[in-house]
């Protein structure tokens, strides 16, 4: 068991989700014990990190949800190093996309398919009869469905019109004993909202990492897109996974506010600090910090930083604690978009209390 300085116990040989701050850009490694899977790989070497921490030797299911560089920048290195195995790598294909990042990542899959170390290659959709098996956790692909996946981006759907790289992203449901406990959803955009609605796909999850960091979702109402976004998903902590300060202007504050008015009891964090919340140019303290590795500690720009969801004996514990989040936001951000939902959202509780569901 480790303790982190917020008195939150996580256990390195427990099981879990870990949502990294990588800054602009996605990365989740699930665990059980030293059994790991990977979503997405942002660019620098933040999931080698937090794998090498966990032990792991070897990723049972790397699955990238698309093209772009902020959620498979890391593939192609973490693909080439040698220092673990992996069993399948799963992603669905991009025509359209020529750029650099995509390319290694194909010339990398090839490489280790050809040489060792990669065991198989697989198109992921909604229709997969397989589950995703990491130890006692599974990796469920809600979107794209088949059409979908075997449309990509590149094409016109039947009935949802032209599609994006973001529109066919893939959403993945984390199951923790057989226990939802998070949804990852990439970069889907209103489009593969509607989609998701019209097969009345089974979104409900404790904890929702917000699809484009919460951004515009492409030409519809952030607010709009939000609102329902989360209505569906009924979650008790909702994630944006951002880079603070600077030119960055994730989460849209429409997207926020909507987000507030359908999950009123909901919390909200943000990996680092958004500009919206806070400008001061000084380091944010990190004592509230979960222990691992988070983008924004160095610079002192985290806000929840990396957040480590573990199944405990009464429900789903959060690291770090959302009472020690609430407090470090009260304390040292300017002016937060989440805090109207933090004060509803947030009871006297004890540091690492199970947030049951």
């Given at each position: 068991m480790t303790t982190s300085p917020s008195g939150a116990r996580v256990p390195l040989d427990?099981?879990?989700?870990?949502?990294?701050?990588v800054g602009h850009g996605n990365s989740a490694v699930v665990w059980d014990g030293t059994v790991c899977s990977v979503v997405d790989v942002a660019p620098g070497d933040l999931v080698n990190e937090e794998l090498r921490r966990l032990g792991c030797t070897r990723i049972e299911h790397l699955v990238i949800s698309h093209s772009d560089?902020?959620?498979?920048?890391?593939?192609?290195?973490?693909?080439?190093?040698?220092?673990?195995?992996?069993?399948?790598?799963?992603?669905?294909?991009?025509?359209?996309?020529?750029?650099?990042?995509?390319?290694?990542?194909?010339?990398?899959?090839?490489?280790?398919?050809?040489?060792?170390?990669?065991?198989?290659?697989?198109?992921?959709?909604?229709?997969?009869?397989?589950?995703?098996?990491?130890?006692?956790a599974w990796l469920e692909c809600v979107h794209p469905d088949v059409v979908m996946a075997g449309t990509g981006p590149t094409g016109r759907h039947p009935t949802a019109g032209t599609l994006t790289a973001n529109t066919v992203s893939v959403v993945v449901k984390v199951h923790l004993d057989d226990v939802p406990a998070a949804l990852l959803t990439a970069d889907i955009d209103a489009i593969a909202l509607a989609e998701l609605e019209r097969r009345d796909a089974d979104l409900t999850a404790p904890v929702l990492v917000f699809p484009?960091?919460?951004?515009?979702?492409?030409r519809a109402n952030p607010g709009e897109f939000a609102y329902r976004m989360t209505q569906l998903v009924a979650p008790k902590l909702i994630v944006f996974s951002i880079q603070g300060g600077g030119r960055a202007s994730n989460p849209h504050p429409d997207v926020v506010a909507a987000v507030r008015r359908a999950a009123p009891d909901a919390h909200i964090a943000c990996t680092q600090v958004s500009r919206h919340c806070h400008t001061r140019l000084e380091p944010l303290p990190a004592g509230h910090l979960s222990i691992g590795p988070a983008a924004g500690r160095e610079r002192g720009r985290?806000?929840?930083g990396s957040l480590a969801i573990t199944s405990g004996a009464d429900g789903l514990v959060i690291d770090p604690p959302l009472p020690a989040h609430a407090s470090f936001v009260d304390q040292h951000v300017a002016a937060p978009l989440c805090r109207p939902a933090i004060v509803t959202a947030v009871p006297a509780a004890r540091d690492g209390e199970a947030l049951g569901g």
């Open positions: 427990g099981l879990g989700v870990r949502l990294l701050d560089k902020d959620h498979a920048g890391g593939a192609a290195r973490l693909l080439l190093d040698d220092a673990r195995t992996i069993g399948t790598i799963w992603y669905t294909a991009d025509g359209h996309k020529r750029s650099e990042t995509w390319q290694r990542m194909l010339r990398a899959v090839e490489f280790r398919l050809r040489t060792g170390g990669l065991d198989d290659q697989q198109n992921i959709h909604s229709g997969m009869k397989r589950r995703l098996h990491n130890g006692r484009h960091h919460g951004g515009r979702p492409g985290c806000c929840a």
